[in-house]
Structures are given as C-alpha cells and as structure tokens.
C-alpha cells in the first residue's frame, strides 16, 4: 500500500482541496502534516495520523525575528524529513502555504517526489521559489501556468469535497420560495465585510429574502442585528447544501470558496480579501467577472448604497441571476480531485 503524506493547514482553502483528494485515495495510507491548534486539526480529526509542525511566515521587518523564523524553517524540514523515513512515505501531497516549504524540501531530501497544487491565479511566494523542487505543479486556474513558465504544470481547478456533487438537505429554516442571500468571508471571517452587511441587511429583508450570514469567529458585533429571517452563525459545515440553496452569494475570493460556488452555479457578489498577497484574491475574482458569473468591488470602493442596491437589483431580476447562474456552472471542474489524485498515482 502507498504511502501518502499531505501537508495542508491554516485556512479552508488550503485544508478542503487536500481532504477532497485524500477521499479519491481510499488505498492509500495516508498520514497529514499539520501545525498545531489550526483548522485541520478540527477538520482531519482521527482520520488520519496527524504531525504537527512550527513553521511561521516571513512578514516582519524585525531582522531577529527572521532569523528565528528561519531557523524554525530549517529545524521543521529535517523534522518532515525524519517522518518521512520513519513512516516510510513513498509521496507528498501539499496545497502550498507556509508548511509547503518544510514539506517539499524534506521529500527533495528524502528522494520522493513532491507534488504541489497553487490554487490561486497568482503564485504564491512558496510556490514561485519551491516549485523547482516539486515533481510536477497543479494549477487550479488555467492562466497560471504564464507565471511558472520553467515548472511541469498541469491544470486540475481546485477539488471540493465530495457533498459538493450531490444535493445535501439544509437544516436552517428556511422556506423554500423565498431569495436566500448567503454571506461568508472565508474560514477566517470577515470583519470589516460583516460591518458593511448588516448595514445592508434591512433592505433586503424588506423585499423578503433571508440571509445567512457566516461572520467567522473573531467578530465582536456578530450578535448585534436580530431578525428572523436574518441567521447569524460564526461557521456551518454544511456549506454544499447552503450554496445548492442559495440564490445569491457575498463572498471573499479565496479560490476555494469561488469553486465551490462554480460547483453549486452560484452568482455572487466578490468582495477581494484586500490584504491578501500579491492582491490574488483580485485575479481570483477577475476570471468570474469576465466570464460574466459575478460582479467584483474593492473594499475600499464599495459602499452600503453600493452593495444594497446592487443585491436588490439582482433578486428582482431573476433572469440576471439565471444567466450567472449559467456562466458560473462553465467555470466548474467537476473532476478536480480525480485528477490530482491520478496525478499522485501516476507519479507514484
């Protein structure tokens, strides 16, 4: 039996595309790489063996802090390397992020192949130094390929998890012939997005439509507006019946949230996380507006009006939520995670 170890942690949009590969494996022993007190450990439970790892980013100005961040680095790679020998891991499987770096230099120093998958439109900094490292690279958007001119690439889209694929019940209630609005800014909230919402909200209750609004777990007001067709949860793991319903949806630009919503053919209103690197949230979101399957505004620019009458415009005109409807659902893969997994296989 294969052995397989993925290193996949921190945010939804790294950890889901990893566990909808790690379900195309059934045959392979599979063993995750994680850092402590992150999402993954939440979401991988007792699936599988979990290892955990320090690994930190390089965003600080502090010399010393640097050298400490790198020389956690160094000390996390030879860690991967010694699970790597002692579990006797034929391949590794990585979503990028910080612990990529750990994961794909101890697999080039174990003499296994490394296989990266870069799901957003603009690489990462990992990617753009490591993937000279990788056996091959795997795109979830096609353009990609132009920033990675010298690595094996292959586009795959972004896997989703299974539910995604087949029509899941929804236990809110929620009646079946009313607008249902649906907002979520990722795995990790979004503050400043939930301020602007519940500014928004009002108006769209009038006209009859509910909104499910996910706020994430750090924000201070996510209790303040009550009404009852206004649902307020900090995270819903049903997140495949909750876009299958949706009619609408006012969304950060994480690549996996924009393919699950390519999957569900949601239309959406994209409002780009403005701190994320390189702005690749931007370009995430840019290949859904020019195919005509969402509408996109900076933070910065977007104001309540803004928002308020647009969403109102889209529920009244029900033939503009069609045809997004309609150019989201050509966005969407529907054998991401197949293909990744054939990719391990196959490299294997």
Excluded at 59 to 71: D, G
Excluded at 185 to 206: D, F, H, I, K, T
Excluded at 309 to 335: G, P, Y
Aim: hydrophobic share 40%; with cysteine; glycine share 6%.
């Amino acid at each position: 039996m294969a052995r397989l170890l993925i290193a996949a942690s921190g945010t939804g949009g790294h950890v889901f595309p990893a566990l909808g590969v790690a379900e195309k494996l059934p045959d392979y022993e599979i063993q995750w790489l994680g850092t402590p007190n992150r999402l993954e450990q939440s979401l991988v439970g007792d699936r599988y063996l979990f290892h955990t790892i320090s690994v930190e980013g390089f965003q600080t100005r502090s010399p010393l802090k640097k050298l400490q961040i790198l020389s956690g680095l160094v000390s996390s790679i030879f860690e991967v390397k010694k699970i790597i020998k002692e579990q006797n891991i034929d391949i590794v499987f990585t979503t990028g992020g910080y612990i990529a770096s750990s994961a794909i230099l101890a697999a080039k120093l174990s003499g296994i192949p490394a296989i990266l998958h870069e799901s957003n439109y603009i690489p990462g900094k990992v990617t753009k130094l490591l993937s000279r490292f990788c056996h091959s690279v795997a795109l979830g958007f096609e353009g990609t390929k132009k920033y990675l001119p010298n690595t094996p690439t292959i586009w795959v889209s972004t896997p989703v998890r299974s539910q995604f694929y087949t029509p899941q019940p929804l236990d809110l209630n929620i009646p079946e012939n009313v607008p249902l609005i649906v907002v979520v800014g990722g795995s990790q909230g979004a503050v400043s997005v939930n301020q602007l919402v519940r500014q928004c909200v009002p108006s769209w209750l009038e006209i009859g439509a509910y909104v499910v609004h996910l706020t994430g777990k750090n924000d201070p007001d996510a209790n303040s507006f009550k009404h009852p067709h206004y649902i307020s949860l900090p995270f819903y793991d049903n997140m495949a019946g909750l876009l299958q319903r949706a009619d609408l949806a006012v969304s950060r630009a994480g690549s996996g949230t924009l393919t699950e919503l390519a999957i569900t053919h949601t239309p959406a209103v994209l409002i780009p996380y403005p701190f994320a690197a390189e702005d690749h949230q931007s370009f995430n979101a840019q290949v859904f507006v020019e195919k005509g399957a969402a509408y996109c505004y900076q933070q910065k620019e977007l104001t309540e009006k803004q928002l308020t009458d647009l969403v109102l415009d889209l529920l009244k005109n029900t033939n503009k939520l069609k045809k997004m409807s309609q150019k989201s659902s050509e966005l969407a893969v529907i054998d991401s995670a197949e293909k990744l997994a054939k990719l391990i296989t196959d490299t294997i």
